[in-house]
T-cell receptor, first 110, second 115 residues
Framework: LAKTTQPISMDSYEGQEVNITCSHN???????ITWYQQFPSQGPRFIIQ???TKVTNEVASLFIPADRKSSTLSLPRVSLSDTAVYYC???????????FGDGTTLTVKP | DAGVIQSPRHEVTEMGQEVTLRCKPI?????LFWYRQTMMRGLELLIY????????DSGMPEDRFSAKMPNASFSTLKIQPSEPRDSAVYFC?????????????FGSGTRLTVV
């Protein structure tokens, strides 16, 4: 499984766009990139998943460059309720399980 | 659907006692995962099942831990005897596939404190 590296923490203010970058230099050809969000006292929640270029849903966008060695989760106009830990995972259909790294603690301030 | 349901939400027990954590996956999900989360080690996969059969238990810390899935709607994680270092939040998750396109659905977890 490819190892991922994320910033330990980030601060932002309400209304700003937040970009969290994840490095995965050893990503394999059949690996996908998945992001989860975890609030205190809750289990992780799926946010978005992608393989290449750009994926967008109602919550976030995921940008993946051509070499796929990194990815960026973009949260538009964050609010206080977006304060959470965000995990980047790299896995594939043969992995059989998802391995969570240390995640990025995002704190949104008023 | 009510999502993945775990019970109890909180458990406090004395060292040496047996602890049983319970999980009801989402109906129709063929995969069930047990994770443990601590400040020191983060989220660790303990074991996962496919169609009620254990597939990979390499994350189970030691023989004191055991997990069963007697049917498609119920799984247990048992610790016997419990030790203070087992204190953690234990999450159960389920999914339609081994590598689901919409990720895993996690329960709210069971916070275990062993004193």
């Amino acid at each position: 499984l490819a190892k991922t590296t994320q910033p330990i923490s980030m601060d932002s203010y309400e209304g700003q766009e937040v970009n969290i970058t994840c490095s995965h230099n050893n990503i394999a050809t059949n690996d996908y990139i998945t992001w989860y969000q975890q609030f205190p006292s809750q289990g992780p929640r799926f946010i978005i998943q992608g393989y290449k270029t750009k994926v967008t849903n109602e919550v976030a966008s995921l940008f993946i460059p051509a070499d796929r060695k990194s990815s960026t989760l973009s949260l538009p106009r964050v609010s206080l309720s977006d304060t959470a830990v965000y995990y980047c995972l790299v896995d594939n259909t043969n992995a059989g399980k998802s391995t969570f790294g240390d995640g990025t603690t995002l704190t949104v301030k008023p | 659907d009510a999502g993945v349901i775990q019970s109890p939400r909180h458990e406090v027990t004395e060292m040496g006692q047996e602890v049983t954590l319970r999980c009801k996956p989402i109906s129709g999900h063929d995969y069930l995962f047990w994770y443990r989360q601590t400040m020191m080690r983060g989220l660790e996969l303990l074991i996962y099942f496919n169609n009620n059969v254990p597939i990979d238990d390499s994350g189970m810390p030691e023989d004191r831990f055991s997990a069963k899935m007697p049917n498609a709607s119920f799984s247990t994680l048992k610790i016997q005897p419990s030790e203070p270092r087992d204190s953690a939040v234990y999450f159960c998750a389920s999914s339609l596939a081994e590598f689901p396109l919409r990720g895993y659905t996690f329960g709210s977890g069971t916070r275990l404190t062993v004193v």
